[in-house]
């Protein structure tokens, strides 16, 4: 989703016709009389990306809420659906207002770090206004309705803050949680996009890839998990009474629509239907099959059983491996990365959580902290950039390096400092005895599942003609 | 003190425990069984195949009560969950030696108020 | 969705280059030669609009079935899904023989009221008919396959009956919805939809407006499941005992995939992949984005806390709201029509509704048919038609006061009378025992759930080998 | 998804100019000009078959998931999930390795029955590759990027062998699984899959249509299920005491999503966003609401009761049934085609399988094998191939009858061997306590549902700091 | 008049069902518990975690009966239900007072008819 | 032989599981019921419509000991089920006249070992 030559995209579509293949002088000529028209949206790659940017709010919802959700304790399931929903609710409402300005407006408050608010409120964006494509090497330039731009970015926003909530399922507070995804939307998920995906950011401009987000997002929301999870403390009984999945087929189903909804996420990342989506999609797939393959084979020698947990854990983890990587791998590369994936998650959950000691209640960091490094600097190992002259494989690598250590020390600093004033302004954790309770009772008043027939006789009045 | 099983029919748990409450009694544990008697089960259905299902969704409701009142719950509970057609069920009374209220320790009838 | 240009459909596709920026005269001679040609249909609108039928499919199969199967108790949820599935089939059959050609064919029956028999059994449209996309203010025409218009609006037909089945659930005869279902496609929908949305309907002709369906989906679907639940009269028991969701859980899912959907719902009736599509699809997330956090407070203030069943209701809301408005509204638009629409629909449910005592056990009323109302209003308020002059924003809420008033009046009136005659005909509602014994046994036979171990044990015989 | 013209692919794209409506002298010396140049895909066409494509994936996860996972008990449902998503994964892998290239290469092993290994590991394939869509008769060649079908046919290549799983469910080992699905894949699918869709096969060359899979997908898995089925013999209990689905529910989400998802599967296989897609959509919902309305009836008659279960079998049948047929018929023929099957498939799933005493679980053979058998006949009977002089009805029926007896033989003999093979070698069946006990814990030391509060003090220990 | 708790084996119930009905016992009441004795548990597995679920699914029988026929029902339960394999249930006997038939008011032995 | 019931908060029900285990008893029944008390219920919301739910979830222990150790399991459960806090649950203890172990036909107190 690099927007590398977005400083381009009000120059004339007329250009388009340079890379058509049969250019004659006489459309040329055409092309040059319409030189400062505005460009148009080309219906074909609008009608992908409209498609894709549906793709990504169902891998949220349900998707993500989903595989969360029937993870948890079935007393905590219906907190983990309202993270979901009203977190989706309330960066939906931000995004349009000032944060999709402040990822990808053209001018800068913090040069190099994150735009300002000259498209706060979506000022001067209309229907006819377009955004260009990610050109391939040689490629004419193409565009899609920049509106549909911004709803794609708005589903990534969307999800990213959401993917945290995994690492804090159980225990934290409602309020605290809406607070903190406000906050670390502004403050973290808007400049690193800005740093990584906007032709004005630091890392864009030094060469940094980054197709669909393995920085921005998994790397983001996967480091900052940890550093929320550890400041709010572990769950009570966490290491003593185990907690299994209240219903594993919940998760399935999560990581299915997540696998279906992620072609969107990564061969949407394209801006466009082409060889370059194609890719994308092929490598996302690919991976993705590598790892689940991988994970049961790891478990198969570790433990005996392949179980389905690993399977929605391990597709998951492809998923994230490969996303910074697709648009800039073969089929071999996302074999490695699908296969690299499952290695490193498998013992980050494994092994080094329990060395380690803290309660990431659902493995965000071990899957997608680390499956977003391993992403990324996969990319820079296996990947080229799409343009003329790629740098070196050490070259890109080094850039890969610097970007994953920003991001990573970025991300838990910020989050730490957000965290921090939180717990003194309004405090992040719930009481013990509602933790026992549950989040559904204690914080929705709801309980989730009401089976037999006599679960609505349990009650006693009902005022206001509750029915 | 004697322990009073009732097996209802789903529906009735309410009126039941309001008529329970109504004569002072203030604690029961509630559970959901299945039961097998003269009343005729369902027939499901799977892909064209028939199938009898013969145990019925029942509530079943256990209180511990003294001695004293033991008449007056069955009487109670009888009244309430009486809807005269098959399968109201049963309700049974059995001797109890011994009650602890775990939150105190108190024992016997004390442990019951 | 309107189809304003409806008739220009069967002019040439030269046109197309009229609109286009690097129109030269050559070409434009080309144009002019090719004039009395067929239009043939653009791959990328066709991508988009093909893509938003699958979407709109997935809103009933599984969305709605899930919103509605979650909410009610276990021993209906069965029946909730046939009504749903069947209703689906039912509906499809009727679609393509009459329902279409009723509601989309170029000569009418009743003058501005509905069309005629001419397309029944979709004569006369073939792989090459094409049918034109909904034009922006000065763009040229472009077209899409007839036969996916067919099929994207053969899926408004599904939804719409299938959203009345929550005011009825639990108690309806299936046989009396399935009957009740079939005559108001004919008798409501489809005239509504002619109205409404054919170049020859009269309150097309009007100018109201009415994007993807305020009037014929929701209003149409929501006024009449106030009036059927009203002459089937109250689930037993209602207002004495509560009759908890027995699955939020799938509530959710099924919010979530309506949510999603309904990106094929609005953005698809632009009928194109394009900046008219983009902004629908905008103004859609923000408005329900807006609704799922005004809700949300709405609820903090009044109960103190903010619940799941809240969550999935006030996004649902907020789409319904959306749905008139959002080809023709800015974003602002969107975020007034969003907030104000979880107002209105909470005060429906909370107050509204146990003020009258009528039991719409779902509360489509309060939801689709208030929403409705208030997105249609909010049209006139705040959007402006895709014409070259459009009508001053007095003169436009006029129009669609009208609109609004007729449709309340007429489905409402015509839903009581289809009612009473299947009341006196067939009987509407299952006897008390079989409401007790739930109707997923008393009308199909079947229970959803059979967990533990022992559930296959607890039956007796299985003739015929059943297995 | 017929390659008719495949070898044509990669003739120069100027001839794309020859079709056009206002084809000027012009433009068409241009194209001569560029005759040699390589064809460019087109975005609107590659829009519609990406998204495709991921719908397609969501058939399998999670929607064939939760069709079958929702039909066996719940002791079973995690083993039906791994089926999916670990048969995913290694078909995945498969694929790009040799699957595609034994399926879709230009040269071949064995002439007119597979191909050969020179596209192994995607050789050759880039992102500017391209593969033609299916021409309609008179129109030019059109192209999409040849990965992007590389990966529609990956999400066809996992869907099949995954149907079969619901033959043997509640009962085969999984590791038998996994190496029956990839010895499957290499020696029943792809061949298959060359003999009907490759330009070289015999049964394309003699003119046997099969546009989206009648016969390499549903009879191929249906008939093959029949044949694994008896080798593996029948569930322990079967035909003694009724095994009732887990969760209909969950079956009736999948059934939806398998409705919807199926669009993506029949429509995208004209690989294209056109007249053609359009008419295979229209084809594939009609079939399916005919299909579900006569089954609804069906059952009215035969036993009194319409049921869920049994909607959602009938929306896969009519699916099954329209997938070969879908591009070549007319609505009429799709509304015989779904009546039919219900009729067939409901004989066959409660008279025949108890006559023959044959224990295929959830009935793949009925559904499948004989859906698709039906659906390959009617095309003969309703449909007309794709081209200018397409054979007499009499003469089509010859040919269809020819595929579906080889598809048949074949799918069953070749399953046999592999069966016998495999059951030397290393065992298809749990044990009987491990059947007894449930495949999820026996296979994968798991349970699907940890419902109550108290579920997750059922534990003893958890070392390693299980948490 | 005895009550009979039997703790068995799912899959064990229609046999046991069957086994009582043959004796002429038509009324039941039946649970789904968990069990805790010297059949081991399972091991299960969550991300590579290892933990034993030690509390396994059983089947809960009650049934009260006239004195008379209480130790045929002990014996045709213990029988049917009878795998030989370690966990295969207990069976408990116990004194009941007082029995109910909630639709007629019946009581004691006429109230299990 | 005494038959101990116990209903307890469901998260206790490890740390009673093996207070009795380390008393030597290793044989129990365990299941999931609603309790009705003093403790208060919970309330409910439904689209902003309140409602009271007063049957709380309880786990209940049933085990059948010889009468020499009866009291010292009441204790064990007692103490290991205690948080001090009202809804902690009760103990009862009644009489049985008969244990049968299915597996061996094994009867009494060798029936419980
Ligand atoms: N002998 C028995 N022991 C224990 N429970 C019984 C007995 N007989 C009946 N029940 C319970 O009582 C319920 C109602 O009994 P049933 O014979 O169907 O109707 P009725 O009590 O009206 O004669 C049964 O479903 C079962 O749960
Ligand atoms: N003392 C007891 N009191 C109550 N239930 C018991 C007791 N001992 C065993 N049980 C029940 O009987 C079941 C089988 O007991 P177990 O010791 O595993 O096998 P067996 O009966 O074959 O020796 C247990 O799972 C438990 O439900
Ligand atoms: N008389 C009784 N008979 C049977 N069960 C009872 C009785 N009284 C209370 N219980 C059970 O004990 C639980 C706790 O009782 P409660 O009165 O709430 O608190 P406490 O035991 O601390 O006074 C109840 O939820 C119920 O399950």
């Known amino acids: ?467 | 003190m004697k322990k009073i099983e009732a097996v209802i029919k789903p529906f009735k748990l309410d009126e039941v425990k309001a008529a329970l409450v109504e004569i002072g009694i203030h604690g029961m544990t509630v559970s959901e069984v299945r039961g097998f008697g003269r009343q005729k089960g369902h027939t499901e259905l799977y892909r064209g195949a028939e199938y009898v299902v013969d145990l019925l969704p029942k509530v079943k409701l256990e209180l511990v009560v003294p001695d004293s009142i033991a008449e007056k719950a069955v009487v109670a509970i009888k009244d309430a969950a009486k809807t005269g057609h098959i399968g109201d069920g049963k309700v049974f009374v059995s001797p109890v030696e011994e009650a602890v209220r775990i939150r105190t320790g108190e024992r016997s009838d004390a442990a019951l108020q």
């Open chain 1, 1 to 467: 989703m690099l927007a590398r030559l977005e400083p381009l995209r009000r120059r004339c579509a007329g250009l388009l016709a340079l890379g058509a293949s049969f250019a004659v002088p006489l459309l040329l000529a055409g092309a040059a009389r319409a030189e400062d028209a505005a460009p148009t949206a080309d219906p074909g790659h609008t009608a992908w990306v409209i498609a894709a940017t549906g793709l990504v709010l169902m891998m949220t919802l349900p998707g993500l809420a989903l595989f969360y959700g029937g993870l948890v304790r079935s007393k905590n399931v219906l907190n983990v659906f309202m993270q979901c929903f009203v977190g989706a609710g309330v960066v939906g409402v931000l995004w349009v207002l000032v944060g999709y300005s402040l990822a990808f407006s053209g001018s800068e408050l913090i040069p190099g770090f994150v735009g300002d608010f000259s498209k706060a409120g979506l000022a001067g964006i209309t229907k006819a206004t377009t955004w260009q494509i990610i050109p391939d090497v040689g490629a004419s330039p193409e565009f899609i309705p920049e509106l549909i731009f911004v709803m794609f970015q708005c589903m990534f926003a969307i999800i990213t803050p959401a993917l945290i909530l995994g690492a804090v399922a159980e225990r934290m507070k409602f309020s605290a949680y809406v607070a903190f995804i406000s906050l670390w939307l502004l403050f973290v998920y808007c400049p690193l996009a800005y740093m990584v995906w906007n032709a004005n950011g630091w890392i864009f401009k030094a060469g940094g890839l980054d197709f669909a987000g393995g920085l921005v997002v998994h790397m983001s929301s996967g480091f900052s998990a940890l550093a929320l999870s550890i400041v709010l403390g572990k769950r009570t009984g966490f290491g003593k009474e185990p907690m299994p999945p209240h219903s594993v087929p919940l998760c399935m189903i999560g990581a299915g629509l997540l696998w279906a909804g992620w072609f969107g996420f990564n061969a949407g990342s394209a801006l466009g239907a082409n060889g370059l989506a194609a890719s994308a999609f092929l490598n996302t797939n690919t991976a993705t099959c590598a790892a689940v393959v991988t994970w049961a084979l790891i478990e198969l020698l570790h433990r005996g059983k392949a179980t389905a947990v690993g399977a929605a854990t391990s597709a998951v983890a492809g998923l994230v491996a490969i996303t910074p990587a697709c648009g800039h791998v073969t089929v071999l590369g996302a074999l490695v990365i699908g296969a690299g994936v499952s290695l490193i998650s498998y013992t980050a959950v494994v092994f080094l959580k329990s060395a380690l000691g803290y309660d990431d209640s659902l493995d965000v960091f071990g899957v997608h902290g680390l499956g977003g490094l391993w992403g990324a600097v996969a990319t820079g190992l296996f990947g080229s950039a799409l343009v003329a002259e790629p740098p070196s494989m050490g070259a890109q690598l080094v850039l890969q390096l610097k970007g994953v250590a920003f991001a990573a020390v970025f991300a838990v600093a910020m989050t730490a400092i957000i965290a921090l004033v939180l717990k003194a302004v309004m405090g992040l954790r719930v009481g013990i005895e509602d933790e026992d309770l549950g989040l559904d009772l204690a914080e929705h008043s709801e309980t989730a599942y009401s089976f037999g027939t006599g679960a609505a006789s349990f009650v006693e009045r009902a005022p206001e003609g509750y029915g």
